[in-house]
């Protein structure tokens, strides 16, 4: 079945945003990061205006700007409609109010579109759906991150998760995943069936996170080889 834009919600996230979901220090964020299912956020613009070294992963990256500037503005509209309706499932901490926010995820998408065209063509932003085979030889890249896809969308079943993360690991030393809760951030089996199958052949924590938007996401499942 073909991939349709009309069928996912891009809504980017920033550095900062990244950096405490991650829990990425200054050595982590020296090395080689590939980014799955980034989406529209602009973390791969600000670390390549600062030296960084990140490629990013998403179906989306098959489109056009305009494709993707179109999309991004009909979500925006839905998405902010659905958060004036559940503002209770927040923390209004970091980001204070529904105004900041959309100011917060639309400066992100803007600079995101703003340096799209020119990281396609410099190969940091690749078409690719997981778990398919990345091109790159085993470890190219130190750190994976996975930022509110993997685990939290548990209809996609168990063997696409674990699938789609043995093909991060082949490729990238240590994978970081946030969070680890599903869309209504409950706790879920599948995060433990993940732990089960992974905790033999590498080392697995899940450590608290700086980052809590919604209500009880605040946790990261490390895996290192």
């Not at 608290?208 to 290192?224: A, C, D, S, W």
Request: charged share 30%; hydrophobic share 40%.
């Amino acid at each position: 079945m073909a991939f349709k834009l009309n069928s996912v919600v891009p809504w980017g996230r920033n550095m900062g945003e990244y950096i405490r979901m991650f829990r990425l220090n200054e050595s982590d964020l020296s090395g080689k990061i590939a980014g799955f299912g980034d989406g529209p956020a602009c973390f791969n613009c600000e670390m390549t205006a600062r030296g960084g070294n990140v490629t990013s992963f998403d179906p989306i990256y098959q489109f056009s700007k305009t494709d993707l500037e179109k999309r991004i503005e009909e979500v925006r509209v839905i998405v902010m409609r659905q958060m004036s309706e559940n503002m209770d499932n927040y923390v209004w901490k970091n980001i204070r109010n529904l105004d900041e926010l959309e100011f917060t995820r639309m400066s992100a998408m803007r600079k995101f579109l703003s340096d799209y065209e020119k990281g396609k063509a410099e190969g940091r932003y690749v078409f690719h759906e997981l778990p398919n085979r990345l091109i790159y030889d085993d470890n190219h890249f130190d750190i994976g991150l996975s930022s509110h896809f993997l685990l939290m969308y548990t209809s996609l079943g168990y063997d696409f998760h674990i699938a789609s993360m043995t093909e991060m690991l082949r490729v990238c030393k240590e994978i970081r995943i946030f969070p680890i809760v599903d869309l209504d951030a409950g706790k879920t089996a599948l995060t433990e069936m993940v732990i089960d199958c992974f905790k033999n052949d590498c080392k697995v924590e899940i450590v608290k996170t700086e980052y809590e938007f919604q209500k009880g996401e605040n946790k990261l499942l490390i895996i290192r080889k």
